[in-house]
């Protein structure tokens, strides 16, 4: 048995260990950002802005859970769903019969909101339940929570998690998906607020807020770029096209992006660049704009020489060890293999990185990707949505291109 083959089989035996583990638990459980959850603080503390943000923040930075303490209950996160659905459609080995994937799209669609954060479906309602032809679907967290720039309700939906959803939905063949994609095209184009400007369009996180963050952006022109591939919502091509040159406008002249447009949002970090990179490329095969490919070579060159070290260890931020985040690695896994899918140089191995995260994050007897936030972090804290569905998610992936589907 070869190195690659021994390799492959410990990954996919992790695979499954996670998938079981969370499989089992209903997909529920905790996230970094569920403090406002807390049954005991979160009402209290629900009409000041600063209050929410350090509740969030004591909670997701605490040295031990204390979310038994706060009373907050364990979580079903639609992304997290999403996650686990897209692993299965790239290794449908783990769910030969589609059972499992069936349940996660009926749970997925179940959970829908209307822009306004309104259930499309009646509690109990089976995913069966008819969709308005005028409906504009959307999906959000299962959690209110507080960012620098705006507030969002549990299940309000943003742009971000809706993509991620649609993609599962599409990807594994779900019946009614069609007029769920048509839906959340309907949500982007009506509800999204939308800056214009010479450089080209950015659309908002969410109806809620007018931010300019370029990932989310990214979200919503992959949501009209798939919708258009699939002639739905008419010749948005120009339309998608405006929102990437916005983004690659915001290039800085090292190959990075900053999170956002904010003076506060002028950071970079390694999750975010990825989605960028990701979703530039995605844009870009799909409309033919290979014009934009040296945009994303300066982009992948920064994301490699600055947000990756030698052995594949994924960093939070250029230069900074700390944390080490299962969310990082599971999206470094999933960037380079785009790179390889579409004809750039790989220049970080993606099995390296999968390899150290399993190194330095898995936590074999518990069967979960743990987050380290610092040398002496002792957190025993396992996350459904952030850690176990990303590295799912990205072992799957892996897996395929491995020929393990």
């Known amino acids: 048995m070869g190195e690659a083959t021994r390799r492959l089989d410990r990954l996919e035996s992790i695979a499954r260990s996670a998938w079981s583990r969370e499989r089992a638990l209903g997909f529920a459980g905790p996230d970094p950002y569920d403090g406002l959850n807390s049954r005991l603080l979160g009402p209290a503390l629900s009409r000041s802005r600063v209050l929410r943000l350090a509740l969030i923040q004591a909670v997701k930075r605490c040295p031990f859970d204390p979310r038994r303490l706060l009373l907050i209950p364990p979580g079903v996160n639609p992304k997290g769903l999403s996650l686990f659905l897209s692993g299965l459609a790239d290794f449908p080995a ?22 306004d954060g309104t259930p499309l479906f009646a509690p109990g309602a089976g995913g069966e339940s008819a969709l308005p032809s005028d409906a504009q679907a959307g999906w959000g967290y299962d959690f209110p929570w ?122 970079v970090d390694g999750l975010h660049t990825g989605f960028v990179l ?40 250029p230069g900074s060890g700390y944390p080490v985040d299962p969310h990082s690695y599971a999206q470094g896994i999933l960037t380079w293999l785009a790179a390889g899918r579409n004809g750039f140089e ?10 150290r995260a399993v190194e330095l994050l898995w936590d074999d007897r518990r069967r979960g990707f743990r987050i380290r936030r610092s040398r002496f972090d002792a957190s025993r804290t396992i996350y459904s949505r952030w850690s176990q569905a990303w590295m799912f998610r990205a072992l799957a992936a892996l897996l395929k291109e491995g020929g393990r589907s």
């Open 94 to 115: 783990i769910d030969p019969s589609g059972v499992e994937a069936g349940i996660l799209q009926d749970a997925l669609i179940r959970c829908a909101s209307s822009p």
């Open 146 to 267: 507080q960012g620098r720039a705006f507030f969002q309700p549990a299940g309000f939906p943003t742009v971000v998690c809706t993509s991620f959803v649609v993609d599962s939905l599409c990807d594994s063949g779900a019946a009614g998906a069609g007029e769920f994609f048509e839906a959340s095209v309907r949500f982007v184009r009506k509800s999204l607020g939308r800056f214009e400007c010479p450089d080209g369009v950015c659309f908002s996180y969410s109806p809620r807020d007018a931010s300019r963050v370029y990932n989310a952006s990214l979200f919503a022109a992959k949501i009209l770029a798939r919708g258009h591939a699939a002639g739905i919502g008419g010749g948005l091509d120009a339309e998608v096209s405006r929102v990437a040159d916005f983004v690659i406008s915001r290039q800085s002249p090292d190959g990075s992006w900053p999170y956002g447009e904010a003076h506060h949002w002028q950071w």
């Open 278 to 317: 990701e979703t530039l490329m995605f844009l870009g095969r799909t409309l033919g704009r290979d014009d934009w490919d040296e945009s994303i070579r300066r982009g992948l060159g920064f994301y490699a020489g600055n947000l990756f070290a030698s052995d594949g260890t994924a960093l939070y931020h």
């Open 346 to 355: 790989v220049l970080v191995d993606p099995a390296s990185i999968a390899d």
